[in-house]
């Protein structure tokens, strides 16, 4: 499986807007890996992790090409995973586009479809293109075939109101979780992990907030990544070849790329970056 990052920023991005902090003004004046846009990822060229308000810049700047991307996995629907305003277009040249989103999420965008679809038909507004949009309810703890990947989604520890997904997607012999917008994870969801039986290649979490500063119970940080690491390690669903990884991160960590690289090293993760590619 080869995963390719996009963006690996929590909500506000890398330098923020109008952010006058160190992290900030370091990613202003040195660039590279400390600027961070909004979480998104594919893998294998094919499946598509988020939708986030940087689509656009990542498909402008950072050669992302969604034409072929047509299947797309939502973690829950927070504008740094799930812009629904950037959906409906009129594109040339392309028929479908499937999202896969936890039931609740999917809400908002399929009213914006019924919408659409209703202006068609009164006459409001002139179809001028095939381009359509399926949304595909995901329900947490059921498994899903998509485009040949088995994913489960999660209850993740974020917004139960949005159905937040955390994802276990396999292909063939290889797995990996995706851990994020999450708190620590819920008890169901490491009975769950164990239960199944289930060995991570790769797992990725959310790195929020500052070291031992966990100023909400629906992020992490550092030492919270560490925590759901071991647990999974006791369990045997991550061992000494599991990759582990920590994204979603923003100014709050109060730590440049290089400073965080440092950080989680001595927890034994590594640290994602926009335009990192791995193959596991
Ligand atoms: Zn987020
Ligand atoms: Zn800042
Ligand atoms: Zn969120």
Same mark, same amino acid.
Request: net charge negative; proline share 2%; glycine share 6%.
């Given at each position: 499986?080869? #995963? ?9 991005? &890398?330098? =923020? ?25 594919? &893998? ?38 799930? !812009? ?61 075939? #998509? ?13 139960d109101a949005l159905d937040s997904s955390l994802y276990i997607i396999r292909k063939d012999d290889k797995c990996i979780l995706w851990g994020f917008d999450t708190g620590r ?5 490491? =009975?769950? &992990? ?10 990725? +979490? ?11 119970? +629906? ?24 990759? #582990? ?6 100014? !709050?960590?109060?730590?440049?790329? /290089? ?16 335009? !990192? /590619?791995?193959?596991?």
């Open positions: 499986m080869k #995963i390719k990052f996009y963006g690996t920023s929590a909500g506000g991005g &890398i330098p =923020e807007i109008f952010c006058y902090c160190r992290v900030c003004e370091y990613a202003r004046q040195h660039g590279g890996k400390d600027i961070r846009t909004r979480s998104q990822a594919v &893998i294998d060229d094919c499946l598509g992790v988020e939708y986030p308000v940087d689509t656009f810049a990542h498909t402008a700047y950072r050669g992302l090409d969604m034409r072929k991307v047509r299947n797309i996995l939502i973690t829950h629907a927070h504008h740094d995973h799930f !812009l629904t305003a950037d959906i409906l277009s009129r594109p040339q040249g392309i028929d479908r586009v499937n999202f896969y989103v936890p039931e609740a999420s999917g809400r908002a965008l399929k009213a914006s479809i019924e919408k659409q679809e209703e202006a068609y038909r009164n006459g409001t507004r002139k179809k001028t293109c095939d381009f359509s949009v399926s949304v595909h309810d995901l329900k947490h703890y059921q498994t899903y075939d #998509i485009i040949g990947y088995q994913v489960t989604p999660l209850r993740a520890h974020h917004q994870f819920y008890e169901d969801v490491l =009975e769950y &992990i164990k239960a199944s039986g289930v060995r991570f290649d790769f797992v990725v +979490l959310d790195c929020t907030l500052k070291e031992n500063e966990q100023i909400t119970e +629906l992020h992490m940080d550092l030492t919270w990544c560490r925590e759901m690491a071991d647990k999974l390690t006791e369990m045997g669903a991550v061992d000494e070849r599991t990759r #582990i990884m920590v994204s979603h991160i923003g100014h !709050l960590v109060e730590k440049t790329h /290089e400073e965080l690289c440092e950080a989680a090293a001595r927890y034994g993760m590594e640290v994602a970056y926009d335009g !990192l /590619e791995i193959e596991i």
